[in-house]
Nanobody
Framework: QVQLKESGGGLVQPGGSLRLSCAASGSIFTINVMGWYRQAPGKQRELVAKVWRDDSTNYAESVKGRFTVSRDNAKNTVYLQMNSLEPEDTAVYYC????????????????WGQGTQVTVSP
């Protein structure tokens, strides 16, 4: 059993910053990639950023230069530092991780957090 627990969402003014955290716990052998998706009302869920175990990263074009994704492998935790926030960044942010369990080290399973609301408004 694996759980992803998110924290750090909230209400912020345009131009402000927030930092999201997501900690994975449970039966984990290794975590290959961790990252964040978001879903705004009436829109499809979209990838925001992801970070691989070797710390290589990928970002959506809309957040490049403003958001930074990072991870702490010792803590099984991924972070999303969000700066220069815009109203268009308002969404529910979901953490995800591709995890291999100790009982099936060659298998990879996809896990999701419960989501955390980020609202950017004056």
């Amino acid at each position: 059993q694996v759980q992803l627990k998110e924290s750090g969402g909230g209400l912020v003014q345009p131009g402000g910053s927030l930092r999201l955290s997501c900690a994975a716990s449970g039966s984990i052998f290794t975590i290959n990639v961790m990252g964040w998706y978001r879903q705004a009302p009436g829109k499809q869920r979209e990838l925001v950023a992801k970070v691989w175990r070797d710390d290589s990263t990928n970002y959506a074009e809309s957040v490049k230069g403003r958001f930074t994704v990072s991870r702490d492998n010792a803590k099984n935790t991924v972070y999303l530092q969000m700066n220069s926030l815009e109203p268009e960044d308002t969404a529910v942010y979901y953490c995800y991780a591709h995890i291999s369990p100790p009982t099936a080290k060659d298998a990879i399973f996809n896990y999701w957090g419960q989501g955390t609301q980020v609202t950017v408004s004056p």
